[in-house]
């Protein structure tokens, strides 16, 4: 069974979850300009792009990056922008119209209560975006969010590190990188897990003195503890002592 993704307790949504804080940012947008423009491939526009890449504050992804990179931004040049937009359109909260995005009834209500917003978008985003298409179509040994979360829960306490998960998850070394099995796992690790995590605000990296191809420090935010109440959870709290 997955584990429950609601919130019981109180916690600044919008400050830790890039993801319900670029998605309500996105609904303001559409509310006071009338819509967000759309490409004839049904994209978001250029327009709305810049203006996501200055406004998300998205971890490492912010408009300096982004700029560093590419002088003008598409959607598929912003990542963050594809849940953004998926979520926003699954969830029934913009609705075409005349060659824009305009806002629901129900986006322009859940704008402003971040608390609803997030127990609406988080269980569809890390169980149905990602684990049904990226996690369980690996199947075999890679595992579940019941797993990960449980897992998670323990050894982040004090912060941890992809290399730290892959050895508990699977017994692999840092010896082994270099195995492609190995270099498969820690890739789908990293990104199918960790990312999402970390886009929802379950989860915040530490990359402070890092170069770009080297992994942070994982931490759980207050988002963590606030949403999820796990098997695990005992243990987690013995490492304190």
Known sequence: MLPTLKLHSDADVLKHSPLVRGMTLALRYANENGGIGLTQSGAFNRKFVHWAAEHFEWPDYTATELFEMNKVLDEYKM??????????????????????????????????????????????????FIHDERIEARGGPFGNWDIFLNVINVEARAGCTLAHLLKTLYGWEEKDRYDPEHSDMRFALKFCVLQPLCWLGLLWEDREGLRIWDDGTFYKTPLWHAALKLETDGQAALRLV
């Not at 953004?84 to 209500?109: D, I, S």
């Not at 859940?110 to 169980?127: K, N």
Request: aromatic share 12%; proline share 8%; glycine share 6%.
């Open 79 to 128: 990542p963050p922008l594809f849940p953004v937009h998926g979520l926003l359109r699954h969830l029934k909260l913009l609705r075409r119209y005349k060659g824009k995005l305009v806002a629901t009834k129900k986006g322009r209500e859940i704008a402003e209560a971040s608390d609803v917003f997030f127990d609406l978008t988080a269980p569809v985003y890390l169980y149905r």
